[in-house]
């Protein structure tokens, strides 16, 4: 009636049900954990790499530096917040 001995141990359904459940979140939380040290480890490597041989010499120029217009004063009484004098109390 879904049970079975082994070595003359009774081993019901549900025991063997719950023994394989834990047994394969044990083994899932084993293999995750090595697939994560390898994903950051790789990532690690390949961003090492990334810096060592990127081209930033394109950075160091000014030649494409956009000048910025308008009136930036960081007061709240610049006309750009207040579109409405007044209304505020």
């Known amino acids: ?7 003359g141990i009774t081993i019901t359904q549900k025991q ?3 023994g394989m459940g834990g047994l394969s979140v044990l083994v899932l939380i084993w ?4 697939i994560f040290w390898w994903t950051l ?3 690690g490597f390949l961003t090492g790499v990334h810096c060592l041989l990127r081209d930033a010499s394109m950075h160091k120029d000014e030649e494409d530096r956009v000048e910025m217009q308008g009136d930036l004063s960081l007061d709240e009484e610049a006309t750009f917040l ?8």
């Open 82 to 89: 207040n579109t409405s004098a007044g209304s505020m109390a």
């Open 31 to 34: 293999l995750l954990s090595h």
């Open 16 to 18: 063997a049900s719950i």
């Open 1 to 7: 009636e879904g049970s079975m001995q082994v070595k």
């Open 41 to 43: 480890s790789t990532s």
